[in-house]
């Protein structure tokens, strides 16, 4: 199995900063894709950023110039640098993986906890 834990949301005002972290334990043999999702009450998960192994990276247009998502493969974690936050971005930020297991026959889809972002005006 695999684990996501994420950490770093919080409550910041509106122009500042937060990085959020996401790091992958349990039996991993190998991480292909990772990203951010975030998701409001009422409304559908949205993808924010991913990230492939090799280090390509797609970003949501609201979040472009603003985001920017890292991952370090020899620690299975998976960054989000959030800058110029807007109330808009306030939501549950949720770390999505595309791992196996060493007994795993095929990658599955892992998600963390989520982490609350909260982004006053």
């Known amino acids: 199995q695999v684990q996501l834990v994420e950490s770093g949301g919080g409550l910041v005002q509106a122009g500042g900063s937060l990085r959020l972290s996401c790091a992958g334990s349990g039996h991993i043999f190998r991480i292909n894709d990772m990203g951010w999702y975030r998701q409001v009450p009422g409304k559908q998960r949205e993808l924010v950023a991913r990230?492939?192994?090799?280090?390509?990276?797609k970003y949501v247009d609201s979040v472009k110039g603003r985001f920017i998502i890292s991952r370090d493969n020899a620690k299975n974690t998976v960054y989000l640098q959030m800058n110029s936050l807007k109330p808009e971005d306030t939501a549950t930020y949720y770390c999505n993986a595309e791992a196996k297991s060493p007994a795993a026959l095929t990658f599955r889809n892992y998600w963390g906890q989520g982490t609350q972002v909260t982004v006053s005006s």
């Open positions: 990230i492939t192994s090799g280090g390509s990276t």
